[in-house]
């Protein structure tokens, strides 16, 4: 088995894990749910969600658009997911590796990622990624970003306490089990996150005039739309 073997199989592990113990509220990658919806193409009509876990965001989408295809590399996420997505007849949720998935060229009006990008070979993906896009659909990413410099570590003086202020006002009812509290430990001991200029340098390399910033909650934020013409 190699080195990248068996990182999906940890990375599949822990997220079988976290599944079983996902509570519903507020978190640092819904918070900017408005924000992504708000990138959708203005014909959109079949999306991808990469990496849906239990489908809060491949729901929203559902609402506005025909066709989703949610995908996830654990079983137990494609699982919740679905129990929590019986009122919707248009998401199709597949278990699968993003990595080994067959795309179909000019498939989709949109594709989303959301906090899982930093689990992939990026670089290697986005090729793959801008083929299965339609000509003016947007690829719409959301990750997590590592601390580079004196900028970062001042706007943590506001983030942690709205963080702490959110978490109090959604979640104070929400009780994190100690089972919990550990599975993401043990899956944080082997994540890695992009820079800012990182996550600018890749895909502004692949993806010509893409726009990538940085939001509070310790995420940047990639959109692309592909030529019309291309
Ligand atoms: C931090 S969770 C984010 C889930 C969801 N997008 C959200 O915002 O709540 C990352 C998800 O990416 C999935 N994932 C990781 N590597 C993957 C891969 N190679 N192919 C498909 N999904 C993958 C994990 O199983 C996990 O459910």
New binding site residues.
């Given amino acids: 088995m190699g080195m990248s073997d068996s990182l999906?199989q940890k990375?599949?592990n822990d997220?079988d894990l976290i599944a079983l113990h996902d509570r519903e509220g507020w978190d640092h990658?819904n918070h900017y749910h408005h924000f992504l919806l708000k990138q959708l193409p203005a014909q959109c009509k079949t999306a991808l969600d990469?990496?849906?876990?239990?489908g809060?965001?491949s729901r929203l989408l559902a609402k506005r658009v025909e066709k989703v295809f949610a995908?996830?590399?654990?079983p137990n996420?494609i699982e919740v997911a679905k129990q929590r997505s019986r009122m919707f007849s248009n998401i199709d949720f597949q278990v699968?590796?993003?990595?080994h998935w067959e795309p179909i060229v000019e498939q989709f009006d949109l594709i989303v990622s959301?906090?899982?990008l930093h689990?992939?070979p990026v670089e290697s993906l986005l090729p793959n990624l801008k083929a299965t896009l339609k000509p003016g659909g947007r690829l719409v990413i959301l990750d997590l970003l590592e601390h580079e410099n004196l900028r970062d570590q001042v706007s943590d003086f506001v983030a942690i306490p709205l963080n702490w202020l959110f978490q109090v006002l959604n979640n104070k009812h929400l009780q994190q089990s100690p089972e919990a509290a550990a599975a993401m430990r043990e899956h944080l001991r082997t994540d890695h996150y992009l820079t800012l200029s990182q996550a600018q340098r890749i895909y502004t390399s692949s993806l010509r005039r893409a726009k990538v910033r940085k939001h509070l909650f310790w995420r940047y934020s990639v959109v692309w739309e592909k030529s019309a013409a291309a």
């Fill in positions: 999906t990375i599949r997220f990658n990469i990496g849906c876990g239990t809060e965001f995908i996830d590399l654990s996420m699968a590796d993003v990595l959301i906090a899982t689990h992939l």
